[in-house]
């Protein structure tokens, strides 16, 4: 039996990695103020509005962003240096074989005063992965079999066969959050979970405030409310920073850089990213079934042109890898920017044919689906832009699958397996890409998994799968009155509870 060590050995490391507490705040961050109010407020600016607040049924990062390791917690979670770390359990053990997990539970509570039981994590994590569950990520909990109590304290779960991202899933995903199992929480609107922090209001369209939860068993976060400012428009975001609406800018664009080039009232950091700006192909159309189709796509899109028009601060990349991953490698020369060559592709196809809608959430910059159209116009393809609201792309490109191209940011660092699942929104269907994507899930190592994974974004780039616009960099803006705020993979989290602010 592997055995990890429990909160106090751990918690230490974490807080002078991360500058803020470890059962909740586990992420790259910014070093904490030398001096800071434990009650100030702090004001942050996101994107894109969660469409609403049910973690256990609703799809988006931005959702993820909000509430993960803020609101709700998993058996686990994880720190700044990618290991896991207690939450809800304060120890656990794996099998030889890898496929029985044993935790040991903490002594916790929901925000209603309820105290967690392991029929709680037993209901929550069952749902998660039911036959009829409605959970985003319960893809990522298939090879779960059974989950049981042992006692009062301990909950088991048993694999079917090896899972090399099964705690991953406990500790980062929707399906690993745990809900009270007897609830009449509205979650839509409102939330019911461990975390250090609670939802205190919502005015949609503009902000999500989170209040401390002061019954928390852990650390105590740093501050006491930290408000979610869903602001689009990057001239808007930039003048809010400025006016001090908001203490820290999360998605700078290139203007927003210049602007507060030389202001020494704010720091500029550059992070970490995971997220690939992918142009989804539905292999649904026959046409786009073609793989040399989708080739011709890929090879009528000048990505190092597109980067430029989007202001830079972004790779390019030629699959679902970044340079982070392990099993990176550079495949940007395959179906390389060719026009001519994507012509010659096209020869043999009837040009009736090659018409085909691409469906934008309008949370997106019109100019990165305008230059797409621009540029697949140039070698024969027609396309019409859709642009509709996140919300409305939800439901009808990813889970009524009704779009022939579509374009969205890709956030979870596992995405690239998802080319191994037939019934994901792409329609993707490669015998080879499932067989891959499953010997890297069941992999006996690490170093196994990764060279599978690695096979995986080759063969998917030769098959030209999506196309792979380019990885964003995150650049974060703050007032240097504000420490303590993660700048790495902040794409679908964000944990709160270590900024400080000196206000």
Not at 135 to 153: G, H, I, Q
Not at 381 to 395: K, M, R, S
Request: charged residues 20%; contains cysteine; hydrophobic residues 40%.
């Amino acid at each position: 039996m592997r055995r990890f060590p429990s909160i106090t050995a751990i918690a230490l490391t974490g807080l002078i990695v991360t500058g803020c507490s470890t059962t909740a705040g586990d992420l790259d961050a910014a070093p904490a103020a030398v001096e800071s109010n434990s009650d100030a407020t702090i004001d942050v600016q996101f994107t894109i509005e969660p469409t609403n607040l049910d973690i256990t049924s609703t799809s988006g990062a931005a959702l993820q962003q909000l509430l993960i390791s803020n609101v709700y917690e998993g058996l686990i979670s994880k720190n700044a240096n990618g290991e896991y770390i207690p939450a809800l359990a304060t120890d656990w053990t794996v099998s030889d074989d890898a496929l029985t997990y044993t935790f040991e539970l903490a002594d916790a509570a929901f925000h209603d005063g309820s105290p967690v039981v392991v029929g709680d994590i037993v209901a929550s994590l069952d749902a998660a992965r039911g036959a009829e569950s409605v959970n985003p990520d319960a893809k990522r909990m298939m090879l779960v079999e059974t989950v049981s109590a042992v006692d009062d304290d301990t909950v088991e779960i048993t694999l079917s066969d090896r899972d090399t991202y099964f705690l991953d899933t406990l500790a980062v995903t929707s399906a690993g959050m745990i809900v009270p199992a007897d609830d009449d929480t509205d979650r839509a609107n409102t939330s019911n979970g461990t975390g250090p922090y609670t939802v205190a209001q919502w005015n949609k369209g503009s902000t999500i405030t989170l209040e401390r939860n002061d019954e928390y068993r852990g650390d105590a976060p740093m501050n006491k409310t930290v408000v979610f400012h869903y602001i689009a428009e990057a001239t808007t975001a930039m003048n809010a920073l400025s006016t001090g609406e908001i203490d820290v800018l999360t998605a700078a664009s290139a203007e927003t850089l210049a602007f507060f080039e030389g202001d020494d009232a704010v720091d500029i950091t550059a992070g970490d990213s995971t997220s690939w700006m992918t142009l989804g192909m539905n292999n649904a159309n026959p046409v786009l079934a073609n793989a040399d189709v989708r080739r011709a796509i890929n090879m009528g899109i000048d990505k190092a042109g597109l980067i430029t028009v989007i202001g830079g601060n972004a790779v390019e990349v030629g699959s679902m890898a970044v340079p982070s991953d392990p099993w990176y490698s550079d495949l940007t020369d395959i179906n390389a920017y060719d026009p001519e060559g994507a012509r010659e592709l096209l020869t043999d196809i009837d040009p009736s044919e090659l018409a085909f809608t691409l469906t934008v959430a309008n949370t997106y910059d019109i100019k990165i689906s305008e230059y797409i159209a621009a540029q697949l116009g140039e070698i024969g393809i027609n396309v019409t832009i859709d642009t509709v609201e996140f919300a409305t792309w939800l439901e009808r490109a990813y889970k009524q699958k009704e779009y022939d191209l579509t374009m969205v940011l890709h956030v979870d660092p596992t995405t690239l397996t998802y080319y191994g699942n037939p019934a994901y929104y792409w329609n993707y269907d490669n015998a080879q890409a499932q067989q891959l994507a499953s010997a890297a899930k069941s992999a006996a190592s690490t170093q196994d998994r990764d060279e599978k994974m690695a096979e995986l974004a080759e063969l998917i780039a030769e098959d030209a799968a999506s196309g792979w616009l380019y990885s964003p960099q995150t650049m974060v803006v703050a007032s240097t009155d504000v420490s303590g705020y993660p700048v790495d993979r902040i794409a679908n989290r964000f944990p709160v509870s270590g900024m400080t602010a000196v206000n």
